[in-house]
């Protein structure tokens, strides 16, 4: 098992250019199997979620094959629609595959993906827009068998939540479906539209992705494509909080600024300067953070809950007490008694964590609790005294590609052992 060794207190400073973005990536990997045909993927990031969707790409019957950062999927050969439950529990995002498979073969078969580090991950949002659009579901002790006889047909639907992974399955779906749906109440994260891009790229016919109504047309068939995928805007956030708690001046670059909206305010709240260019964010730290009064997780344009980790390790350097309201998932607060082992004071009553600020955090060994929250120890990691050590590095291998090579470049002194 792989550990991280972060000599703290470094400053950390400097331009560095952020990697594609891993919740883009994902169900763009999974629209690949409704192309039929060869795809290429520019500015894909090479982490283990993404290793994980080409193994089920691989099990379906696609080609993958990597050029340097680019991705080629061939899937005209794709020939199953089943999806073992062991890649299944690898990543529980793989139930972005349910619209795609559904989309190609009219039949998909998968696992529940049951409940993880962060939150139950209920399905019944995706089950109900996919039943909405005409597939007969059936759930045998948590192996779901799903089969749309007749084909999928357009429908009107409103989502009770707008959630992301329910939403880019309807959209798949939809794509390929007889007819015009119109989906209500959307998630407008920008991974939507990324998703939309590319299949619009592909011959489909979609719009208003990224805002609360989609209407999509559906089509016969799509084609192949070459597409970019946009940067991981919770990357670049992590990296900018790293400068923001090291007295730095950082550039990220090959960014979206306008994905990066939500975060901006609390930056500034903290004290930091903001200066935004036409692909890039750069943010110049003050002698000491101030506190964040309220941050309150939401769907996007809300604050991002991804994000709610990271800030957190940079509130508990700040003057002042900060609250966090975690809106989105049940037990996103498990960074909090790692975060604690640092010197941090903070306490958690049920979906609420208030956090006084100290003065320092001390060197400690910590664990990854998961992906968001081992980020957010990586970052107490580098703003603390002495030689630190962080275990289940495999959760932020998740997410961050090179991650120490990425912080070296800008100042940090980590090693992978
Ligand atoms: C995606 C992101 C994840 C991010 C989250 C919220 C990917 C691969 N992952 O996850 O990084 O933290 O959006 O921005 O893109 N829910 C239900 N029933 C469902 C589906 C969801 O109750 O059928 C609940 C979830 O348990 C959670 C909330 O809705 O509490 C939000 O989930 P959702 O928006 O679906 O997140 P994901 O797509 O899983």
Redesign the pocket.
Known sequence: MDKLIVNGQRNISGKISVQGS???A??ILSACVLTKSQVILHNCPKLS?VYAALKILNELGCKTDWQGNSLIVDSRDASAYSISDELMREM??S??FFGALIGRFGLAEFSTPGGCE???????????VMEALGTEIKNENGRISAKAPNGLSANNYVFQ????????NAILAAAVARGTTVLENC?R?P?IADLADFLNSCGAKIKGAGEGTIVIDGVGSLHGTEYSIIPDR?VAATLLTAGAMNGGNIVVDNIVPSHMRPLIPVFLEMGCNINVGESWMELKAPKRLGRVKHVV?M??PGF???AQAPIMAATTIASGTSVFTEN???CRFKHVPELIRFGANIKVEGRMAVVEGVRRLYASSVAAPD??GGASLLLAALAADGLSEISNVHHIDR?YENIENVLNQIGADVRRM
């Open positions: 891993k919740n883009g994902l169900p979620d529980r995002s139930i972005v962060i939150g139950l991950r209920p399905i019944d949002l995706h089950i109900k939540f707008p959630s992301v992974g329910a939403t880019e998630a994260e991974e919770i997780t769907p996007y991002p809950t991804d989105i998932f049940e992906l968001r997410g």
